[in-house]
């Protein structure tokens, strides 16, 4: 089945970078369009970035544009999303999402929080 697993979340304060990692399986990884979207507390989940399957195409949020690069290791079945001059306004928790025969799959989330 399919599993997509996000770590690297944490604390950190404004200003300071994160590396967030999604570990797929259950699917051909190299096949498919990977997404992070973020949700925070009391807001809609958003998509913050996408990669296409070859990693040649990426898009991004107006708000994240030259802080986060999302990118991918196909050999690993692992998608990054790198994270710097991170602002109190990301603070979220970050899920990993591929669409699967036309079905949102979703990781458990990853925990960012900016604060000084």
């Known amino acids: 089945q399919v599993q997509l697993v996000e770590s690297g979340g944490g604390l950190v304060q404004p200003g300071g970078s994160l590396r967030l990692s999604c570990l797929a399986s259950g699917f051909t990884f190299s096949n498919k369009i990977m997404r992070w979207y973020r949700q925070a507390p009391g807001k809609e989940r958003e998509l913050v970035a996408s990669?296409?399957?070859?990693?040649?195409?990426?898009t991004y949020a107006d708000s994240v544009k030259g802080r986060f690069t999302i990118s991918r290791d196909n050999a690993k079945n692992t998608v990054y999303l790198q994270m710097n001059s991170l602002k109190p306004e990301d603070t979220a928790v970050y899920y990993c999402n591929v669409i699967f025969f036309g079905k949102n799959y979703w990781g458990q989330g990853t925990q960012v929080t900016v604060s000084s």
């Open positions: 990669i296409t399957s070859a990693g040649g195409t990426t």
